[in-house]
């Protein structure tokens, strides 16, 4: 019997092209298996009611001639299969086949189960050896590592025990170094290839020694005889067990086994190259992190360690992503502590004389001092001269890199705490040299980013106008500035090629996005909130509504409550704090609502015409002009630009109020939802039940443009609009050839492709100029081989682009449009 065997899990392998199967995919697998029959390969894949009667036929025949099954008497509907690669049929033959009642829960929605979880509950029990180890499909390993495999393996039992004996070992998860290929992909590949080596060698190293290190992910050595056992690898209960691979960790630790890490073995791990990519990974962790704080595991393990104990388990667990929740806060609380002390009158020179703290600008903050670890690391593995060369190299990147991802496990912490939900985001792993559309990086960071950003923009020019009013001096708050100015710009800096025919694209579907009209009826409003729920929106309208109708009917009435009631004592507070002098210059807003709703009446008789609706926008911003007939001379003198702190602190005032206002309204829209749903129809049919949402999404949609929530969005979106045209500009004039190199590629893929671009250009230009030559002598040169060319024989014989030659066309801004905005891999070698 083989020493090791290698299963490849494929769930849904052999599942009926008309039910959503791929056979492409199914060509793939034969494919290895062919390839690899010589070795010990297996394929385990589920059959269910979905999977080709030819797939049934081959199991229902394997349990004919091994077992008592009577084919047309018997009949399976759901099991797992073990096949291998038989040479003489040419195929693949059934040598396993494990009956199940049930069918795996893989989907989305109810109790449905993310599929990989599944998928390895699925194949671990045909993993019959002694040890078992999971990897997915963007891990490798080297050959000179796998040699190390077997002294590895000893850390379970030592060698004078037999295994026969369970009871002497050592440990049930075995964890090693991991070697992150992706860091070559660029900037981001790199700094997140520095936050994993970071994470899997000296994070994991110092918490062994602790011996408090649990299981975080593949590829872990486990126990085999646990791993059956003990409910698996991993956990996949829904929403709760969103990072399933935790779990495991949690079950060693409850059962008082160890997890210990060596660092004599190194794999292979690919990780997101890509910015969108990255992004969506680090939500994904952060909100999973939500979920195990929610978890019954989480529970049970703080019942019962000590208190030195649970300050190990907190930092083995959740620590990382509570201290960004907390930093995130303190941003916010830290310009408000200073918008309090201009409206005491407390100066710089007050708190200086203090000795407070607060008296100097801050910027070193504990993310440099966290570099520390890293670089002596890298001087101690790879020697000074690397250490120094990659820390200082990458400080720039790693900076930006991190206050972004930094703001997004923050917003996803507190979206999963809101919603007591994780979700699970498919990062796809996408090539390096992937162009960003600037409609997609809007959809992914507007909650996360770019909002608080505008928010944070507000509280610092009201932090601003005080102390210009005042005449006091204040602090420059650089490190705020940095990091609204990160949150906003970012997506846009980590977008690869920047172009002017790619910007003139992303621009006009940008502005499209933002001024489409599409689902704006009342009698679309369930479709609009449909089409949300698969991001699948058409236009900023469906993209604020969706995302209001979802917050008001999924979230716990307690949340809403609890936001609604903080909302209320926040305006009570600023109303009484903000002086009355100022709050005078509200009234003014308060009086032209009914203006602004008279022409909310015109914009929906004129067919909803977009002119109207930001002509409504452009009356705030008159207001200050009429504001002498209503205020009396105080408006005006000394004079009016002395006034405008007054005005523009006013006008902020009258946004919070109407917006604590608007959620009040929907409160009250969602208690009637769950009195009408739960009192008044109880045992109804489902049809009253949807009217009654139907209500309610009608009802949100009517506060959402008469609050003035979807104008605001409008304006908003087209400030992003103004702010990526800008960046990329300058990114584009960066990103000239100059000697020889692009240096905006340079930096964020590599040398290669920089280089690359610019020699297919020059040969783009060398080609025109051959174009003015005479006839004689381009006929001398139609005769050099296609080869000497620098062009690649076609599959015909004829010659045909070469790689340079495509991508000097695609660079240069020749190609066609492109929707995609996948630069082709071949065209370029990053």
Request: aromatic content about 14%; proline content about 4%.
């Amino acid at each position: 019997e083989d020493h090791a065997v290698c299963i490849l899990a494929h769930q849904t392998y052999g599942k009926d092209p008309k039910k959503g199967g791929k056979p492409s995919n199914d060509e793939s697998v034969r494919l290895i298996m062919k390839r690899y029959a010589h070795l010990p390969m297996m394929l385990v894949f589920d059959l269910n009611e979905q999977t080709l009667p030819s797939m049934k036929a081959l199991a229902e025949s394997w349990l004919e001639a091994n077992h008592s099954y009577r084919p047309g008497q018997d009949r399976i509907k759901y099991a797992g299969c073990m096949c291998a690669w038989d040479p003489a049929l040419d195929d693949i033959k059934v040598v396993s086949v494990l009956p199940r009642r049930l069918p795996l829960r893989i989907g989305a929605g109810g109790c449905m189960t993310q599929g990989k979880a599944s998928n390895q509950l699925n194949a671990v029990r045909f993993a019959s050896g002694h040890y078992t180890q999971a990897m997915d499909c963007n891990m490798g390993v080297f050959i000179g590592e796998a040699f190390k495999v077997p002294y590895v393996l000893r850390y379970f039992q030592p060698l004078h025990v037999p295994l026969e004996s369970r009871s002497a070992a050592r440990c049930r998860y075995i964890g090693f170094r991991e070697y992150i290929f992706t860091a070559r992909e660029g900037a981001v590949g790199q700094c997140h290839a520095g936050a994993e080596w970071t994470f899997g060698t000296i994070y994991q190293r110092f918490l062994a020694g602790l011996s408090t290190r649990m299981h975080y992910g593949h590829p872990d050595f486990v126990d085999g005889f646990w791993t059956r056992n003990r409910g698996g690898m991993s956990k996949c209960s829904p929403v709760v067990n969103l990072s399933e691979d935790v779990f495991a960790g949690y079950n060693v630790r409850m059962r008082e086994e160890k997890s210990p890490h060596t660092d004599f073995l190194e794999f292979e791990k690919g990780r997101e190259a890509t910015f969108n990519a990255a992004s969506a990974f680090f939500a994904k962790i952060s909100g999973g992190s939500v979920a195990v704080l929610r978890s019954r595991d989480n529970h049970l393990m703080c019942e019962r360690i000590g208190v030195l104990h649970s300050l190990s388990f907190y930092f083995t667990s959740v620590a990382f992503y509570v201290s960004n929740l907390v930093i995130d806060f303190t941003i916010y609380l830290y310009v408000i502590l200073f918008i309090a002390f201009a409206l005491a009158s407390k100066r710089i020179a007050y708190l200086r004389n203090m000795q407070s703290a607060l008296s100097t600008e801050w910027l070193f903050a504990m993310g440099i001092v966290s570099m520390f670890p890293q670089f002596f690391e890298l001087v101690i593995e790879y020697g000074m001269l690397r250490g120094v060369r990659e820390t200082v190299g990458g400080f720039v990147s790693a900076t930006l890199f991190f206050i972004f991802q930094n703001k997004g496990m923050a917003a996803s912490m507190k979206t999963g705490a809101y919603t007591g939900m994780a979700k699970y985001f498919f990062t796809g792993r996408p090539h390096a040299n992937q162009h960003q559309m600037w409609r997609q990086n809007y959809l992914s960071y507007w909650s996360s980013h770019y909002d608080p950003a505008f928010k944070l923009i507000i509280l610092y020019i009201v932090y601003i106008v005080l102390i210009a009013d005042a005449g006091s001096g204040g602090l420059p708050m650089i490190l705020v500035i940095i990091s609204f100015l990160v949150w906003l710009t970012a997506p846009i800096i980590f977008s690869a090629f920047p172009r002017f025919f790619l910007m003139r694209q992303d621009a006009q579907d940008f502005k499209n996005f933002i001024f489409g009209k599409a689902g704006m009826a009342a009698k679309s409003v369930d479709n609009v909130v449909a089409r949300g729920d698969k991001g699948k929106w058409q236009n900023v309208y469906e993209v604020g509504l969706s995302e209001l109708c979802n917050i008001w009917t999924d979230r716990p009435i307690f949340a809403l409550w609890f936001t609604v009631i903080l909302r209320c004592i926040v305006a009570t507070g600023m109303v009484l704090v903000v002086p009355t002098s100022i709050l005078d210059f509200a009234f003014p807003y308060f009086i032209f609502v009914s203006f602004q709703w008279v022409l909310l009446m015109i914009f929906f008789a004129t067919g909803l015409d977009n002119i109207v609706l930001m002509l409504g926008v452009a009356i705030w911003f008159l207001i200050p002009f009429f504001e002498f007939s209503m205020i009396g001379d105080r408006a005006t003198k000394p004079t009016g630009w002395a006034r405008l702190p007054e005005i523009i602190i006013s006008f902020i005032v009258f946004l919070y109020v109407m917006s604590t206002l608007k959620r009040i309204v929907l409160l009250g829209v969602r208690l009637q939802y769950y009195f009408r749903t739960s009192f008044m129809c109880c045992g109804a049919s489902d049809e009253r039940r949807q009217a009654a949402l139907h209500k309610m999404r009608v009802s949100i949609r009517f506060n959402y443009f008469f609050f003035f929530d979807y104008q605001f969005r409008v304006l908003r979106a087209s400030l992003v609009l103004l702010i990526n045209f800008v960046v990329s500009t300058v990114l584009v004039i960066v990103d000239v050839n100059l000697c020889g190199i692009r240096l905006h590629t340079l930096w964020l893929l590599n040398t290669r492709v920089a280089r690359d671009q610019t020699l297919g250009a020059r040969q783009r230009v060398g080609a025109s100029m051959i174009g003015s030559f005479p006839s004689s002598f381009r006929r001398k040169s139609a005769r050099i081989p296609a080869r000497e060319a620098g062009q690649a024989p076609a599959a015909n014989g004829a010659s045909g682009p070469s790689g340079t030659e495509l991508s000097s066309r695609l660079f240069t801004g020749d190609a066609p449009r492109l929707s995609s905005r996948l630069l082709e891999p071949n065209t370029t070698t990053v």
